[in-house]
Structure formats: C-alpha cells, structure tokens
C-alpha cells in the first residue's frame, strides 16, 4: 500500500533580513502561511506548519496543526526531520511558506512527474541548476538518510539531495519558487501578483571576484532577473547567497565599465562585482 502523503509548511525562519515575520506577510489579503496552507490541502492527507518551539502560540500559526522543531539552529532541515519523526510512514510534500509566486499548476506538475522509487523529487533551480528542496516530496525511506546526514553535523537540504541523487524536474514557471526574503523582494512580488507592470526578467551574465566568488562558491553564471539596475540584482543575490559585504563596499561593472549601483540594466548585460582587495 502507498505511504500517504502528508503537506509541511515550513515557518520556523527568523526572517532576519525581512525585518518582520515571512509567514505573516499578506497577499491579496491573507498571509503568506495561509496561502501555502491552501496550496497544499488538494494534495495531502493531513497538513502541517513546521515551527520552533518559542512559535507554537503565535497567532499567525496557532491555527494549523503543528509540529515543533526537535533540533535547534539548524534551519529548515529540522523542521523536516521532525515531521519525519512525527510520522515515519508518510512521504512529505515539503513548502517554503516564502513562495507567493508558487501556482497551482507547477505543484501539480511536481506531484504527477514524482518518483516514489528515488529518495526524493525535487524541481532543478531554474537560476542555478542545483535541486530546490523546500518544494519537494520526501519519501519514507529518506528519512534515515536524512538523519544520518544530519547526525554528520550537516544541515543544508539542498546538498543532502545531490548526494541523494534526488528525481529532479524542470520547472514549467520559472519564478514559481522565488522565494521572499527582503523588503524588496516582498514589493516585487506583491506587484506581480496584483498586475501591476514591472520590468521583464532579463537574461544577464554575472562575475564574482575574491571574497564574493568564495561566498557564492562560483566564478561567474548565467540568470535571468527582473532587476532594474545592479543594486537590486546584487539584494537578489544576496538573498540566495551568503554574501556578507554590504554593497556600499563593492564597486560594480557593466559590460566592461565601471557602472553607478542605479545604472539601468539590459537583457544581456555582463555584470561585474568586486569587493575591496583584502575582501573586507
């Protein structure tokens, strides 16, 4: 008999860089954790709203069911661990709650196109290639794979499901799984969900030098990017990579030449950042 499948919305994040919390953010007039939640119900059994423990009472979650982080500062992979602890005999249909641009159709697409042999299906990122796991499917099996990776003293998803050799999809919208991580990122998105016009995505080619091609952990990559000018790409940037240096402190070039931070952007514009020498 097929394991059920079960939905987890993960809203234990901290949301740092938003300044407010993620999950309470509204669009069309309901939270971000409600939309997901929504999202979720056609698919599942039963859906739930991963949490720290210090979030339990909150008003924006106290309304779904819950389960509670077990493990401490490791993100978003604890949450999914505790579901899996919860209830070892499901599979886990696994969601950022910071996906307002998510649709129905590329969930839908997900749950058709997965594989119940592999470990887990996952779609590929359409900015980088690499596996996006907080809209994935988890099946039962990957949980002690999960847990030992964990007990290794490793805590990023993403890199537990390369080495998982997870079922790996294209995703049919290319913005599907932006996720929302700073003020900016939160007008854009309202602006798209309400129609209001904004600049079309561009295709550009970026380079990292010293301490940003360490942080970014390549030399150069290919995106596309709704970004008008090279301050906004750097904070779109900034929100997938663990970059440190603020943008005051890097200089920046387009197409050769020393460029202002609000020097409009161009579909295929080459787009250069380069910290201070000693990286600091």
Known sequence: MDAPLYGLVLAGGRSTRMGRDKAALRY????????????LA???????????????????????PQIQDRLEGLGPIAGILAAQEEHPEAAWLVLACDLPLLDAATLAHLL???DRAALASAYRSSHD??????????EPRSRAALADYVARGRDCPRKFLINAGAHLLEEPNPRALDNINTPTEYGSATDTLTGTPMTQPKHLHVQYYALLREQAG???????????DPRALYAELAARYPFTLD??????AVNAEFADWSTPLNDGDTVVFIP???GG
Not at 48 to 56: E, N
Not at 131 to 138: D, G, K, Q, V, W
Not at 247 to 252: D, G, H
């Open 218 to 228: 390549r030399r150069e990559e290919s995106l596309h990017s709704g970004a008008a």
């Open 28 to 39: 069309a007039g309901r939270t971000q954790l409600e939309r997901a939640m929504a999202l």
């Open 247 to 252: 943008p005051q402190v890097l200089r920046v």
């Open 129 to 138: 290639g690499l596996p996006e796991p907080l809209c994935a499917i988890y």
């Open 112 to 114: 058709a196109s997965r």
């Open 42 to 64: 056609p698919h599942v059994a039963r859906a739930y709203v991963s949490v720290r423990r210090d979030q339990h009472a909150d008003a924006v979650r106290a309304r779904f």
């Open 276 to 278: 201070p020498v000693a």
